[in-house]
């Protein structure tokens, strides 16, 4: 994702510095023409806006609050986004350590996944001050095809929570509804056509039904995020009240698939273990 959202800032002709935990993973960026930065806090100093995309509170955790973190290193006037899937504590508080410096925070996550990246078709879930996301609004337009403004921090992160969750349980139930249907003895094909234009169809049920039935499982979304984001939603539901059932018993889905071997293949992939491996593949 972070790949896809970098190069299109340097498409639109914005200087960039980049960070990435696993350098080679930066090289391509440093061919179009960013440069790579020895640590977060060198990716920081002297930027208008400094954007993370990383995959947990951990992570993020690291990259701002850590040893030569880019917090500590921002400028006066500097605009924080994190576009990471977080949980709202942790933003909570990054916004507060941020608020000590006398600095704002954009909780700005995404919806879309590689391929939306890559073409610059996200779509930004902000929370935050209207004056932040209007120094931020030049650099995410760039990246997106739209910018929805939800209200203060955290406000991006909660809906980010609920949307991952409302997916992932999707893909746990087709995951279980194709097996179902394969073993059924009915027409595979013309089945999911009745579904993917009745009443469960979704755009998440057609492209994920694609790639179970492809077996082509290369990464838009990978499995061990989702159950990542899972939890995450569970902690922030039940802080407002709401026992996610659905997302317990998705999760354990995902979570054994990971065991299984499938943790960075795309999401899709969690239909395998509900196969059955001697069966000819329909």
């Known amino acids: 994702m972070g790949s ?13 510095r980049v960070y990435n935990r696993t350098m080679q993973k930066a090289e391509a960026l440093v ?3 960013a440069t790579a930065a020895a640590d977060p806090a060198s990716a920081a100093k002297g930027a208008t806006v400094i954007l993370s995309m990383l995959a947990d509170d951990a992570a993020s955790r690291e990259a701002w609050l850590g040893a030569d973190g880019a917090l500590a290193a921002a400028e006066p006037g500097a605009v924080l986004v994190e576009c990471s899937t977080l949980s709202p504590a942790w933003i909570a508080e990054l916004a507060a350590a941020a608020a000590a410096r006398g600095l704002e925070l954009l ?3 995404v919806t879309g996944s590689k391929t939306q990246a890559q073409g610059g078709q996200l779509t930004f879930l902000v929370g935050g001050s209207e004056a932040a996301l ?3 609004t030049p650099v995410l337009k760039t990246m997106s095809k739209e910018i929805v403004h939800l209200g203060p921090v955290g406000s991006g992160a909660k809906l980010k929570l609920i949307n991952n969750f ?34 469960p169809g979704s755009p ?15 990464v838009n979304f990978v499995l061990k995020l989702m159950s990542k984001d899972l939890q995450y939603a569970q902690v922030a539901a039940a802080e407002s009240g709401v026992d996610l059932t659905t997302a317990a018993n998705a999760r354990k889905l995902f979570e054994s698939a ?3 071997g499938f943790a960075e293949q795309d999401m899709s992939s969690v239909v395998e273990q509900l196969r059955d491996t001697n069966s000819e593949k329909k």
Not at 4 to 16: E, S, W, Y
Not at 172 to 196: P, Y
């Open 258 to 260: 990971a065991a299984l």
């Open 166 to 199: 409302l997916c992932g349980v999707q893909v746990a139930s087709l995951a279980e509804g194709l097996v179902w249907l394969e073993r059924s003895g009915l027409d595979r094909e013309k089945a999911l056509t009745i579904l993917k234009n009745g009443a």
């Open 4 to 16: 896809g959202m970098a190069a299109n800032l340097l498409k639109a002709g914005f200087p960039l």
């Open 107 to 109: 909780d700005a996550p």
């Open 204 to 218: 998440l049920l057609g492209a994920i039904s694609a790639r179970m039935t492809s077996r082509d499982y290369s």
């Open 31 to 33: 061919e179009q023409g």
């Open 134 to 136: 209007e120094t931020a």
